[in-house]
Each structure stands twice: as structure tokens, then as C-alpha cells.
């Protein structure tokens, strides 16, 4: 089995910053890409950031600036850093990773179970 666990979530006041971290463990043989979504009431799921297993990143336009994403790779753990958050940024956000496993040695995608961030006075 493959779990992943999202921690850092919370409130937090327009201006103010959020650390949210995931850690995958299991039958892992390695990851490539890990990344965050977000989804907010009456919206479609969105990229918030990804990074590859060599560093390169992606971050969705309405982020860029203002977050930044980190993995540790001995850890099995990605990072999101948020910083200057608007109350358009509450959302849940899920965790992604692209998981090869030891048995199957067969790579798909898992999710965490998403933690809540809101933004608001």
C-alpha cells in the first residue's frame, strides 16, 4: 500500500503565510513528480505547484510570487510555502505524487486526503 498524509493547513489572515507538507510511505520503489492542487466551493480542481524528482518546477498563474514548493527526496516529502495569502486562496488542498511501487513496479498517480486552508479577517 501507498499513503499519503497532508499536515499544515489551517486559518490564517490575508497577508499572512501557511507551511503545508506531505509525506509519502509504503511499498515505494521511487517518485517522480509530487505537486499540489487546490479546490475552492464552485470550482474546478487546480495546479497550485509541481516538482519533479530533479527540482524543476510549475506553479499555476494565480500563485506565481507568492508560493514555493520543495520536495526532499529522502523524506518522501513535499513542502508548499505559502506566503502573502488572499482569501481567493482558500480552498482544500490535496497532495499529488507519481509513485512507482515495489511490487508492481508500475508508476501512477496518489492523492492525500486534502487539508483545508482559509484565508480570511
Known amino acids: 500500500q501507498v499513503q499519503l498524509v497532508e499536515s499544515g493547513g489551517g486559518l490564517v489572515q490575508p497577508g499572512g503565510s501557511l507551511r503545508l507538507s506531505c509525506s509519502a510511505s509504503?511499498?515505494?520503489?521511487?517518485?517522480?513528480?509530487m505537486g499540489w492542487y487546490r479546490q475552492s466551493l464552485g470550482k474546478e480542481r487546480e495546479l497550485v505547484a509541481a516538482?519533479?524528482?530533479?527540482?524543476?518546477?510549475t506553479y499555476g498563474d494565480s500563485v506565481k510570487g507568492r508560493f514555493t514548493i520543495s520536495r526532499d527526496n529522502a523524506k518522501n516529502t513535499v513542502y508548499l510555502q505559502m506566503n502573502s495569502l488572499e482569501p481567493e486562496d482558500t480552498a482544500v488542498y490535496y497532495c499529488n505524487a507519481n509513485i512507482r511501487r515495489i511490487d508492481t513496479n508500475t508508476a501512477r498517480d496518489y492523492w492525500g486526503q486534502g487539508t483545508q486552508v482559509t484565508v480570511s479577517s
Open positions: 509504503g511499498y515505494i520503489l521511487s517518485i517522480n513528480a
Open positions: 516538482i519533479t524528482s530533479g527540482g524543476s518546477t
